[in-house]
């Protein structure tokens, strides 16, 4: 864009076209614009907020605004632009039924306050490049879609890495229970990734063991008690004896399924429908069982029973009162995290939560004893609350404040920040979530005693 600039602006400084070529008429306010988009397509709309939420703003298209005395309107990008200030206020939506709908879609996580616009002059500079932009081809020198094989051919292009990683998160949403599975799932993430991803790209291995992909998408096409066996299996073998070259031609993974020919599921067993994992399934948790079929109006039945909102979220259910100031807007600001969508930067707040809470008690409490290590820290407080390790909602902050215990244990949480090998797990993420919040309210209370 010969002659423009570039600028990082504030959402609530830009103001939405009043001529914008999608209105039948001008405009007056940009409450009025947004009521104008969502008139026309308000699915749409929701749709783009939705993505905003999950995935943020589309780096590779930029907002194109021009200088209009005190205002900075958008010329390219209303759409984006509108979604975002309705996200920050969903009152700018014209109706209530609107109104609580991006409420419910702005809680999901954190939309952007700032967007990089392209500054231009004049619409007349900018204006070759918008109609590029929205009339088609133009001969090739505008937007080229690409073609149904096309399309086919990038859906599909996913390697078998990203499968393999993909796969190992569903196999531990499926078996959350099974702690020496995990382990195992753990082990393949961090060091065997890749010979894992050679195994499953292979489409036999897929058929045998019951899985396919759609997407981001995984379908088991057995019951979770009959794939267990297998995934015990295979997930143990690879995190130990399995190499590389123990399954670099198809006939030497041919040979492992025959070695493991007793415990593969049974074709009899197969469900009439698979049943689907989605790292992005939007508000229904991360596993999604069998499709509800439709019903004669294309109404659903009634769907599974939602994750209950704790879960969704680190330390959902947890409200500090008597630690300072920054600790209590240090957890709230982590309690909007969504465990499911960003489970690396929840991993990380887990021990940040939990370091930063123990560390103010100390502090205000004039701890000196056992303050050198984490889990100094934290046994000061469970020897404080819960001397006689009587109190069973603090077992597993017992048990997971050890430096080994398992997968959970504090080595597990010091990976989670400083080891660029570990890939948490959603469920390990809950798990500890879970466990550590009756310790930061016990760690409250113990606060507001000392006070009175």
């Known amino acids: 864009m010969s002659g423009m600039k570039q600028a990082s602006m504030h959402v609530a400084s830009l103001t939405l076209d009043d ?6 008429k001008q405009t007056a306010s940009d409450a009025e614009s947004i009521a104008a988009l969502l008139e026309k397509s308000p699915e749409k709309l929701l749709r783009l907020a939705r993505d905003i939420i999950q995935h943020g703003i589309n780096p590779t298209e930029l907002v194109v605004i021009m200088l209009d005395g005190e205002r900075n309107v958008v010329l390219e990008g209303n759409r ?16 209530e039924r609107l109104q609580r709908q ?4 702005a809680k999901r996580g954190q939309s952007p306050r700032r967007v990089t616009c392209i500054v231009a002059e004049s619409r007349l500079q900018a204006e070759h490049w918008i ?44 078996f959350p229970e099974d702690l020496e599975l995990l382990k195992n799932i753990q082990t393949v993430r961090d060091g065997r990734i890749t010979t894992f991803g050679r195994m499953i790209a292979d489409p036999t291995v897929r058929n045998r063991l019951g899985i396919s992909f759609d997407g981001d998408v995984v379908l088991r096409n057995y019951p979770r008690e009959k794939i267990h066996p297998i995934l015990t299996r295979l997930f143990a073998d690879f ?4 190499s590389v070259d123990d399954i670099k031609t198809k006939r030497d993974r041919e040979k492992y399924l025959e070695k493991v020919e007793g415990i593969l599921p049974k074709l009899a067993d197969r469900l009439d429908e698979p049943e689907k994992y989605s790292k992005f399934p939007g508000s229904e948790g991360v596993t999604q069982e069998k499709e509800k079929e439709k019903g004669a ?33 240090v957890l709230e600001e982590a309690k909007r995290l969504s465990i499911d969508e960003m489970p690396n930067v929840a991993a990380i707040m887990v021990r940040t939560v939990v370091d930063v809470v123990a560390t103010d008690v100390a502090a205000q409490l004039g701890w000196k004893r056992n303050q050198d290590t984490l889990k100094g820290r934290i046994s000061a407080i469970l020897n404080q609350v819960d001397p006689g390790k009587t109190d069973l909602s603090l077992s597993d902050a017992w048990r997971f404040s050890q430096e080994h215990d398992g997968t959970l244990g504090l080595k597990t949480l010091h990976s989670f920040v400083h080891s660029w090998k570990s890939h948490p797990l959603t469920v390990e993420v809950r798990k500890l979530s879970l466990a550590y919040s009756p310790l930061l309210l016990k760690a409250d209370e113990l606060l507001a005693k000392n006070k009175r």
Do not use: C, M, Y
């Open 19 to 24: 001529n914008n070529p999608r209105h039948a």
């Open 80 to 95: 984006r632009v509108a979604a975002l200030k309705l996200l920050h206020d969903p009152k700018l939506a014209p109706t």
């Open 297 to 329: 109006e294309g109404e659903s039945k009634k769907p599974r029973r939602k994750r209950p909102d704790f879960e969704k979220r680190l330390f959902q259910s947890v409200t500090l009162a008597h630690v300072s100031l920054r600790t209590s807007e």
């Open 102 to 105: 991006i409420a419910a879609i």
């Open 239 to 242: 995190a130990d004896t399995v």
């Open 131 to 174: 109609k590029l932009r929205h009339t088609g081809e133009n001969g090739g020198v505008g937007v080229v879609r690409w073609s149904t094989s096309e399309a086919s051919r990038f859906g599909g292009r996913s390697t078998p890495t990203e499968k393999a990683r993909l796969f190992t998160e569903a196999a531990s949403d499926w």
